[in-house]
């Protein structure tokens, strides 16, 4: 399978623990997004990379959370101190930069529960 | 704020029937209007995307309808099928920002046999 794949799929964590979040990209793309989306609501934006700079943070993104792409191929995503407001579908979603407005393709996501 | 809101939330459709989604926007700055299609367990897919300076775009049995000066856009799909059954969202961007999204709510779609 060449698409955007992510793990978890699943996690459920305890309020207060740290969790981390991994998206592969499509091979050749250079550019991947993170998106949160809860439920009965369409994604927000949370952050974007150009190869492995971080070029825009929503407001959304608190200090809690943190994204690296190292090398410019996979993502993490940490939150940290999770709260129960964290729960939510965390998308990731990359494109080929000079594609077709922007064509953004997106993972299955990863669903966190935080109890 | 909700920069593009959608409606409705629900749609039951039957088949054969015309399925028509429904997204206004405030920031005249949209330039990129894309729709898309998502079904449970997987993330969301693109559909069909229109710029602002068509007011009519059709790809098989799915067509976006654009009024500029209203604001508003419209997802139809024509002889609707139970395979359609997922939920849709609208989305808007800035030709100056393609990377950054504003979707709608999303309107979850039942097609009935």
């Known amino acids: 399978d060449t698409g955007v794949s992510q793990n978890p799929r699943h996690k459920i964590t305890k309020r207060g623990q740290n969790v981390t979040f991994r998206c592969d990209p499509i091979?050749?793309?250079?550019?991947l997004y993170w998106y949160r989306q809860t439920l009965g609501q369409g994604p927000e934006f949370l952050t974007y990379?150009?190869?492995?700079?971080?070029?825009?943070k929503s407001r959304l993104l608190s200090d809690r959370f943190s994204a690296e792409r190292p090398k410019g191929s996979f993502s993490t995503l940490e939150i940290q101190r999770t709260e129960q407001g964290d729960s939510a579908m965390y998308l990731c979603?990359?494109?080929?930069?000079?594609?077709?407005?922007?064509?953004?393709?997106f993972g299955p996501g990863t669903r966190l529960t935080v109890l | 704020q909700q920069q593009v809101k959608q409606s409705p939330q629900s749609l039951i459709v039957q088949k054969g029937g015309i399925s028509i989604i429904n997204c206004a926007y405030e920031?005249?700055?949209?330039?990129?209007f894309p729709w898309y299609q998502q079904f449970p367990g997987k993330g969301p897919a693109l559909l069909i995307a229109?710029?602002?300076?068509?007011s009519e775009k059709k790809e098989g049995r799915f067509t976006i309808s654009f009024n500029k000066s209203a604001k508003q856009f419209s997802l139809h799909i024509m002889d609707s099928q139970p395979g359609d059954s997922a939920t849709y969202f609208c989305?808007?961007?800035?030709?100056?920002?393609?990377?950054?999204?504003?979707f709608g709510s999303g309107t979850k779609l039942n097609v009935k046999p």
């Open positions: 979603a990359s494109s080929l930069l000079g594609s077709s407005y922007n064509e953004q393709f």
């Open positions: 091979s050749e793309h250079n550019r």
């Open positions: 990379f150009q190869n492995e700079a971080q070029l825009e």
């Open positions: 920031n005249t700055a949209f330039d990129y």
């Open positions: 229109i710029r602002p300076d068509v």
């Open positions: 989305a808007a961007s800035t030709e100056d920002n393609f990377n950054k999204f504003y």
